[in-house]
C-alpha cells in the first residue's frame, strides 16, 4: 500500500469554493432523501435520509479530514431525522436507529474517501477510465461494508422485525446511488472546460438535449419507472457529443431528474420495485460515465498518437537538415584549408598588429610589415638575429627571457605580458604582447609567434587621466581624492609609530577680490605661484593639495609636535607675504592657516580637516594673515553656531519671536510721538533674547531676509493698531540691516505689506545704518528715492559713528538723524563727544532735518540736549522696550498722565 498518494489532501486540502458539481451533488442528495422518505415500507422500514452521504464524502474529497467538524454534526441531523420518520417508536429505539444512521452516514463517507486514496498510487494512472473504476470499487467496498454492519445491527438490536436482505439493499441503495451521482464532485484536481465556454459552443445542443430529458421525466412521472430505459439515448449523445466532464454532469443530471420523477409518480410501488428501480439508475449512470471514460482515453490516445507522428516527422526532418548542414560545412572547411595556406600568409602580412615568428633560441624566423615599420628594419635585415639582444631594453630582458621560455617549455598555449621595445630612433614604445606556441609537424621544433599590439598611446592616456584623478590640472598639487588617502595612510602610520601628523588648511586672504579686479587669469597665475611657494617650505615626505579654489591643505608626516608645525606654518606666512610679480603688476598677499594635530585631536580625516577649517576660520576672524591651532573650544563654539542655526529655524517655524516697542517722546509736548519697533526671540530655555545673540548666525545661514520680511509685515499690521490706541498720530520705526537695504526684493516687500495692511505710509520710519549709506552712494541714493516714493519716512541711524561729509547727507533724501551711541553714553563729561554732538546736532537743525537722541538713560543727558534745542529722545531713562501686548496698557496709561516733560519714567508694568 502507497505511504502518500497523490490525493492525499489531509496536510494540504483543498480550500476552493464548491463548484457546479457540489451543488448537483447536494441537489440530487436532497431529491434522493425525498424519494425514499415518501413509502412506509413493510416491517417498519425507516424512510432514511441516507443521501446526505453524498455530500458528506464531498466534503472529505475537497477538505480532507479536517471536515469532519462539518461532516459530524450533518451525520447527527441525518441519523435523528431517520429516527424521527418510523411511525411510533420508543425512546430508546430512537435513539439507537439515530446512532445507527449517524454511524452509517458518517463511517460509509470516510471509508469511501481513504479507500480511495488508498487505492490512488503516488504516480497515479491518469486515465479516465482507471479513474472511473477506481472511484466505484472504493463506492462499493464502502457502501457494502457499512450497510452490512448497519443492516446486522437494525436486526438484532431492534425489537421490530427486519428482513436483514431487504434492509441492507434499502440501506446499499440509498447510499450508493447518490454517491455515484455525485461522482464528478469527487474530483477536485480536474480542470474541466469552463462551463460558460462550453454552453455558448453548444447552446443550441445543450438545449436540445436538456429539453428531452424534461420530457423523459415528465414520460416517467405520468407511466411509471418502466420508461426508465428512454434515458439510453440521452445518455450515449451526451458521450458522444460532450466532453467528458460535462458528460458525466449530464449523467448526473439525468440520475437526479429520474429519481424526481419516481417521487412525483402517483402509485406507491412495493420496496423491491423501488431498489430496483434504484439499481437501473445506478447502473445507467454509471455506465454512461464508463462510458465517457473509455471515450476520453481513446481521444487521448489518438491525441498523443497524432502528437508522436508529428513528433517523429520533425525529429526526421532536423536529422536531414543536420545531414544536409554537415555535408556543406564539410564541402565548406574543403575549400577553406585549400585557401588557408593563401589566407594565412595575406593575413600575416597586411595585419596592422606586428607579428614576429621566432624559434626557442630567440632567433627570428619571420615578422610582417607592420613589425617592420615598428622596428624600423626590412624583414631580410632581420632574419636570424636575436629578438631580445636586439629589441628589448635590457630592464624587461630576463621578464621576457622568461615568459617565452615558459610557453615553450611548459606547453601553456596563451601567455600575455607587457614590456617595452627599442626603436631605431632611440625611443621606447610599450607593447603588450600574446605569446603562442606552435610546433612544425615535419621538424617537431616548437617555435614562437609574438602577436603584439603598440598601446603607447594608451599608457599615455592612462597617465594623463591618473593624473588628473589625483592631481590638480592648474598648480600640479595633490587634490582632494588623493590628499585624503595619503592623510588616511599616514594616521594609521601614526597609531602604529606613535609618532604625529600635522594638518595645516591655509586660505589666501581677499583672493575673490583679486579675481573681480585683476580677472581670472591673474588669479591662475597667482595660485601657481603659491603652490611653487608652499613646495619649497615642506620636506619631499609631505603632501600639498588644492582643496578647491583658494583653500590649501597641507600634510605634515612625522611632526615635531605644536613646535614643529607652527614652524612650518611662520615660514609659510613669510614666503607667502613676499611681493609676487604678476604680468599686470606686483601683489602682496596674506593668508590665514589653521593647524591641527593627530592623534591629539583626531584619528579620522574628516575630523583632522574640520578642526583645521576651523583654526583656519578662527585665524579670519582674528584680523588674518596669522596662525591659529585647533583647541576643542573652537568646536563647542561651532555646536552652540549650529544648535542656534537650528533653533532660529524652529523658531521660524513655531512663531517665538515678538516685536517690543521702546517709545521716543517729544521733551517740549511730553508725548510719545513714535514708537521703535525691535525684534526679540521668545527662546524656550533662555528666555527673551535680543538680536545681537543671534542676528549674525541668522545672516549666515540666510535667514535674515525672512525675519525682516516678517519685522516688516508684523510692523505694519500692529502700526494700524496702534493709531487706533494713540490719541495722536505715533509713527513706528524699522530697523532695516545692509543685506536688507541691497535686497533686490525690498521694494515689493515694503509695498506688499503696505497694501495688505493698509497703512499709512506716513506712519512707517525705516532706520538704515550710517555706514549702509558710505558703501555705495550712488546706489544707495537710488534706493531712498525707491523707498520715498512709496511714502516712507527715512531715518539715518547711528550717525557720527561713520565719516560721511555734510554734502553726501545733503543729498540723501533723509528725515531723521539718529545720533550715535557712543556719542550719549559720554555725555555730558567728555569735552570731544560734548562738541561732535553739539555740532551734528547743529548742522541737522541747519538742514531742517529732525534729531533723535537714543540712549538716553540719565537725567543730565537729557538736559544737556534739551539745553542744544533738541527735542526728541528715546532711551531707558523713559520707558524699556515693551512687548506688543502690552502696547494697550501702555496707551491707556498715557491717557492719564503717567510721563512728564521732565523725563520721568513711564510708570507702567512694562518688562525689562
Known amino acids: 500500500m502507497p505511504t502518500k498518494s497523490h490525493y492525499d489532501q489531509e496536510d494540504n486540502p483543498k480550500k476552493g469554493p464548491f463548484k457546479i458539481s457540489g451543488i448537483l451533488l447536494l441537489l440530487a442528495g436532497i431529491a434522493l432523501a425525498c424519494s425514499t422518505g415518501l413509502f412506509l415500507f413493510k416491517n417498519g422500514y425507516p424512510p432514511l435520509l441516507l443521501p446526505a452521504t453524498a455530500f458528506i464524502s464531498m466534503l472529505f474529497f475537497r477538505r480532507g479530514v479536517s471536515a469532519a467538524w462539518l461532516a459530524g454534526p450533518l451525520a447527527l441531523v441525518t441519523g435523528i431525522s431517520a429516527s424521527y420518520a418510523i411511525p411510533g417508536p420508543s425512546i430508546s429505539e430512537s435513539a439507537y436507529i439515530a446512532a445507527l444512521c449517524t454511524s452509517y452516514v458518517l463511517g460509509q ?131 458522444l457529443r460532450f466532453p467528458q466532464y460535462h458528460s458525466n454532469l449530464a449523467a448526473s443530471l439525468a440520475g437526479a431528474t429520474v429519481i424526481v420523477s419516481l417521487c412525483i409518480y402517483s402509485p406507491t410501488p412495493e420496496l423491491s420495485i423501488i431498489n430496483l428501480l434504484h439499481l437501473e439508475i445506478a447502473v445507467f449512470v454509471f455506465s454512461s460515465y464508463y462510458l465517457g471514460a473509455l471515450t476520453e482515453d481513446r481521444i487521448q490516445l489518438e491525441n498523443r498518437l497524432e502528437e508522436m507522428v508529428i513528433q517523429r516527422t520533425r525529429d526526421l526532418e532536423m536529422t536531414n537538415h543536420e545531414l544536409q548542414s554537415e555535408v556543406a560545412i564539410r564541402q565548406k572547411a574543403e575549400r577553406s584549408f585549400r585557401q588557408s595556406s593563401r589566407r594565412y600568409r595575406a593575413l600575416i602580412e597586411t595585419a596592422g598588429s606586428p607579428i614576429v615568428v621566432m624559434d626557442g633560441e630567440f632567433k627570428i624566423l619571420q615578422w610582417n610589415d607592420a613589425a617592420a615599420r615598428l622596428f624600423g628594419y626590412n624583414r631580410e635585415d632581420i632574419f636570424g638575429r636575436n629578438y631580445i639582444e636586439g629589441f628589448v631594453p635590457l630592464e624587461f630582458r630576463d621578464e621576457t627571457e622568461w615568459k617565452i621560455k615558459k610557453v615553450l617549455e611548459t606547453g601553456i598555449p596563451v601567455e600575455n605580458f607587457e614590456t617595452e621595445a627599442n626603436a631605431p630612433d632611440g625611443s621606447k614604445h610599450v607593447m603588450l604582447w600574446n605569446i603562442n606556441r606552435v610546433v612544425d609537424e615535419e621538424d617537431e621544433q616548437p617555435q614562437v609567434v609574438l602577436a603584439g599590439q603598440n598601446i603607447t598611446p594608451i599608457r599615455q592616456t592612462q597617465n594623463q587621466l591618473h593624473f588628473l584623478a589625483h592631481y590638480d590640472v592648474l598648480t600640479g598639487a595633490a587634490n582632494r581624492r588623493l590628499f585624503e588617502d595619503r592623510c588616511t595612510q599616514a594616521l594609521k602610520q601614526a597609531v602604529r609609530h606613535q609618532n604625529e601628523v600635522g594638518l595645516i588648511s591655509l586660505d589666501i586672504d581677499h583672493f575673490k577680490r583679486i579675481n573681480d579686479t585683476l580677472g581670472h587669469d591673474a588669479g591662475d597665475e597667482l595660485l601657481k605661484e603659491i603652490c611653487r611657494r608652499l613646495k619649497k617650505c615642506i620636506r619631499e615626505e609631505d603632501t600639498i593639495a588644492r582643496l578647491g579654489g583658494d583653500e590649501f591643505a597641507i600634510l605634515l608626516n612625522k611632526v615635531n609636535g605644536e613646535e614643529g608645525c607652527l614652524r612650518v606654518g611662520q615660514n609659510l606666512l613669510e614666503n607667502i607675504t613676499q611681493p609676487i610679480n604678476l604680468p599686470s603688476q606686483q601683489l602682496v598677499i596674506t593668508t590665514s592657516i589653521g593647524i591641527t594635530l593627530a592623534p591629539r585631536d583626531g584619528k579620522d580625516y574628516s575630523v583632522l580637516l574640520k578642526n583645521a577649517d576651523m583654526a583656519m576660520y578662527r585665524a579670519k576672524s582674528a584680523g588674518r594673515n596669522n596662525i591659529q591651532l585647533y583647541r576643542k573650544e573652537m568646536n563647542d563654539e561651532l555646536e552652540l553656531l549650529l544648535n542656534t542655526e537650528q533653533e532660529l529655524r524652529a523658531a521660524i517655524e513655531q512663531h517665538q519671536f515678538d516685536i517690543y516697542y521702546q517709545p521716543q517722546i517729544d521733551l517740549e509736548s511730553a508725548r510719545v510721538i513714535g514708537l521703535e519697533a525691535l525684534l526679540r526671540w521668545k527662546h524656550p530655555s533662555r528666555g527673551i533674547l535680543a538680536p545681537i545673540e543671534f542676528i549674525d548666525v541668522a545672516e549666515q545661514c540666510g535667514l535674515l531676509p525672512a525675519l525682516g520680511q516678517w519685522v516688516i509685515y508684523n510692523a505694519c499690521l500692529q502700526c494700524r493698531a496702534i493709531q487706533a490706541m494713540s490719541q495722536h498720530p505715533v509713527q513706528v520705526s524699522v530697523n532695516i540691516s545692509p543685506r536688507q537695504f541691497y535686497h533686490p526684493e525690498l521694494i515689493s516687500t515694503l509695498a506688499t505689506a503696505l497694501s495688505e495692511t493698509r497703512v499709512d505710509p506716513n506712519y512707517i520710519c525705516l532706520e538704515i545704518a550710517e555706514s549702509v549709506l558710505l558703501h555705495n552712494q550712488q546706489e544707495a541714493e537710488e534706493r531712498l528715492t525707491q523707498l520715498k516714493a512709496l511714502g516712507l519716512q527715512i531715518t539715518v541711524d547711528s550717525f557720527g559713528s561713520g565719516l560721511s561729509s555734510v554734502s553726501t547727507l545733503a543729498r540723501l533724501p533723509v528725515d531723521a538723524l539718529k545720533i550715535d551711541r557712543a556719542l550719549v553714553r559720554n555725555v555730558p563729561g567728555e569735552d570731544i563727544d560734548m562738541a561732535i554732538s553739539e555740532t551734528l546736532v547743529a548742522i541737522a537743525h541747519k538742514m531742517s532735518i529732525k534729531v533723535v537722541i537714543e540712549g538716553v538713560e540719565r537725567p543730565d543727558q537729557e538736559a544737556f540736549f534739551r539745553n542744544n534745542g533738541v527735542r526728541f529722545v528715546q532711551g531707558h531713562l523713559y520707558a524699556h522696550p515693551m512687548p506688543s501686548i502690552t502696547l494697550p496698557d501702555f496707551f491707556d496709561g498715557l491717557k492719564h498722565g503717567q510721563i512728564s516733560a521732565e523725563g520721568n519714567q513711564i510708570h507702567l508694568p512694562l518688562e525689562n
Open 109 to 239: 463517507s470516510y471509508l469511501f474517501y481513504q479507500t480511495y486514496r488508498w487505492l490512488t498510487p503516488d504516480e497515479p494512472d491518469n486515465r479516465a477510465e482507471t479513474t472511473v473504476l477506481r472511484l466505484l470499487i472504493s463506492l462499493l467496498v464502502s457502501t457494502a461494508a457499512c450497510a452490512c454492519l448497519t443492516a446486522l445491527c437494525f436486526t438484532l438490536l431492534s425489537t421490530r422485525e427486519y428482513e436483514l436482505f431487504s434492509l441492507f439493499a434499502l440501506l446499499f441503495l440509498a447510499v450508493a446511488l447518490p454517491t455515484l451521482i455525485g461522482f464528478p464532485a469527487y474530483l477536485p484536481n480536474k480542470k474541466p472546460l469552463n462551463l460558460s465556454q462550453f454552453l455558448q459552443e453548444r447552446f443550441v445542443e445543450v438545449v436540445a438535449w436538456l429539453g428531452l430529458l424534461l420530457l423523459v421525466g415528465e414520460l416517467i412521472t405520468n407511466m411509471g419507472g418502466f420508461l426508465i430505459f428512454a434515458l439510453l439515448p440521452l445518455l450515449i449523445w451526451s458521450n
